[in-house]
């Protein structure tokens, strides 16, 4: 079936300091990559839906100059966490899904996620 | 009212009940339902798609009511095993597909 690697799993970091997460799928192409963050006990939210080759599109209240995302190949998206705070600590997940619809395309593949600590 | 809606929990089960969710949403162009797994800290993992005729995996049956605009999740003879979050993800097709979450179901099994 098809993979969604995430790297790092784990980010301990100091406060203002910027943090890049990794999400690549391994066996296909993903046009479309999802960023989710999530807190204890919470759903998973939508930060921003990555697109290849264009801007990503953020969701209302996710402020896209601190979480950067950068979709430059159809295997790889990336987020940057600028300048990042205490509060910025939470589950960071990505996923993507194939791109033909009606053969699982809408069914998506979640990376592995990051646990992100910023002290 | 939020777009895919689930009952948090948890629920508390002994070993070899018989336990149901239910996930209801709101948007009625909805079109893909499907119910994920999710351990603590872990990522989010398929467990089933959901058919309007309803399917079964084993243990596991899915129901979709589109009338009521809600679908359910059965497990029979819950095991240990069976601990974890249970996420109910909605997607509406035509344009834009963006999966949306309900914030999950808490289930314990309990020995």
């Known amino acids: 079936g098809a993979v969604v690697s995430q790297h790092p799993s784990r980010v301990i970091c100091k406060s203002g300091t910027s943090v890049k997460i990794e999400c690549r799928s391994l066996?296909?192409?993903?046009?479309?990559m999802f960023w989710y963050r999530q807190f204890p006990k919470q759903s998973l939210m939508l930060m921003a839906t990555?697109?290849?080759?264009?801007?990503?599109?953020?969701e209302q209240g996710v402020e896209k100059d601190k979480f950067l995302i950068n979709h430059a190949s159809l295997t790889l998206s990336t987020l940057t966490v600028t300048s990042a705070h205490p509060e910025d600590s939470s589950f960071y997940i990505c996923?993507?899904?194939?791109?033909?619809?009606?053969?699982?395309?809408?069914?998506?593949?979640f990376g592995s996620g990051t646990q992100l600590s910023v002290l | 009212r939020k777009e895919v809606e689930q009952d948090p929990g948890p629920f508390n089960v002994p070993e070899g009940a018989t336990v149901a969710f239910n996930c209801t949403y709101s948007?009625?162009?909805?079109?893909?339902f499907f119910w994920y797994r999710q351990d603590c800290r872990k990522e989010p993992k398929l467990l089933m798609s959901?058919?309007?005729s309803g399917n079964e995996d084993g243990r596991f049956t899915a129901q979709l009511n589109r009338a009521s605009q809600y679908i359910s999740l059965l497990i029979r003879d819950s095991k240990l095993s069976d601990s974890a979050t249970y996420l109910c993800?909605?997607?509406?097709?035509?344009?834009?597909?963006?999966?949306?979450f309900g914030r999950g179901t808490s289930l314990i099994v309990h020995p």
């Open positions: 996923s993507a899904r194939p791109p033909d619809r009606g053969k699982g395309g809408e069914k998506l593949f």
């Open positions: 066996d296909f192409q993903a046009t479309t």
């Open positions: 948007n009625s162009a909805s079109q893909s």
């Open positions: 993800v909605v997607t509406t097709s035509g344009g834009s597909y963006i999966p949306t």
């Open positions: 959901v058919y309007s």
């Open positions: 990555s697109n290849e080759g264009s801007k990503a599109t953020y």
